[in-house]
């Protein structure tokens, strides 16, 4: 395991706020600009898969005047037979300079849904992106709310459904706990939500070491209590368990395991009991990482003093 200053974790200025912080844009202030018109032909673009990235190719097709036929990171490029794509160098000063800029013509709510946008790994997630930028700066003002466009349609979709995975995530996160004091957790979700469930488990579990690991984008965060990195593993993790090595936990794990799994059948009410809603509210997608969900290994039974009441 090697730590990695990958910009998969953002800055804090990329983390959704709580509404009351989120002012809309003034009138006052720095003039909005007019974009330039996109009038040579539209070109391909390639960038290394980062927001930053992103961000700097956005800048490049203001500065070429040319409109995006598509972008797309470096390893998922499908160019024409003629047309040769263009490689934008991520460069994050220029980045920054679109990053903030955006707060122009959007508030930043409204900013952050792009961001939530590029980790949703939609495949035209860079043609949304430029779509929803363009528009607002065409139309000098935020267009958060104009619901019938389709773009801005999507993006409010696509930002719900993060905001569901997120949450989701920041629920259903089971730690074990490590003989060197480490505690890991194993995640799959459908959407790459770990640089959003970062600042949640950082301020929540600040006097713990703990590694999350997604293992479907291959890649974790870690902190070692005083701050959060991305790490990415150099040797591959076995995909048929979900469990790692029994002999790298703790020796009172499984007894911790035991005593989650005993608390959840004991104040389960049989009587109450609603399969449906129970899959609704807990998809079975995330049943593999749950303690609770997991075979019992010592077959569950009724507190004895329990009596009916009355």
Do not use: C
């Amino acid at each position: 395991m090697r730590p990695s200053r990958s910009n998969k974790l953002p800055s804090p200025t990329l983390v959704r706020l709580p509404k009351r912080l989120l002012q809309p844009v003034p009138g006052s202030g720095t003039p909005r600009s007019v974009a330039p018109q996109l009038t040579n032909p539209p070109l391909d673009y390639t960038y290394d898969g980062s927001f930053e990235g992103l961000l700097t190719v956005l800048f490049q097709v203001y500065d070429q005047k040319a409109a995006p036929n598509s972008i797309q990171p470096v390893g998922a490029v499908q160019g024409g037979l003629f047309a040769q794509p263009i490689s934008v160098e991520t460069h994050e000063t220029t980045a920054g300079r679109v990053w903030e800029g955006l707060l122009r013509y959007m508030d930043a709510e409204a900013r952050t849904r792009l961001f939530h946008t590029f980790l949703s790994e939609q495949p035209d997630r860079e043609l949304l992106i430029f779509r929803y930028a363009n528009s607002a700066m065409r139309a000098g003002r935020d267009i958060s709310e104009n619901y019938a466009d389709d773009t801005v349609r999507r993006i409010a979709g696509i930002a719900q459904q993060m905001y569901r995975e997120k949450h989701r995530m920041e629920a259903f996160v089971r730690f074990e706990k490590t003989s060197d004091e480490l505690f890991h957790a194993t995640i799959e979700p459908d959407f790459d939500v770990l640089p959003l469930i970062a600042p949640h488990f950082t301020k929540r579990y600040a006097d713990q070491r703990w590694l999350i690991f997604d293992k479907r984008r291959r890649y974790g965060l870690y902190y070692d209590l005083h701050r959060t990195d991305v790490v990415e593993f150099e040797t591959a993790i076995p995909q048929r368990r979900t469990d790692i090595s029994a002999t790298v936990l703790d020796e009172r794990e499984p007894l911790f395991k035991l005593l989650w799994q005993s608390y959840f059948d004991h104040v389960n009410i049989p009587e109450r009991k609603n399969m449906k809603l129970h899959r609704r509210h807990m998809p079975l997608r995330y049943w593999r990482y749950l303690s609770e969900k997991q075979p019992r290994q010592q077959r569950f039974e009724p507190i004895k003093n329990k009596r009916p009441i009355g």
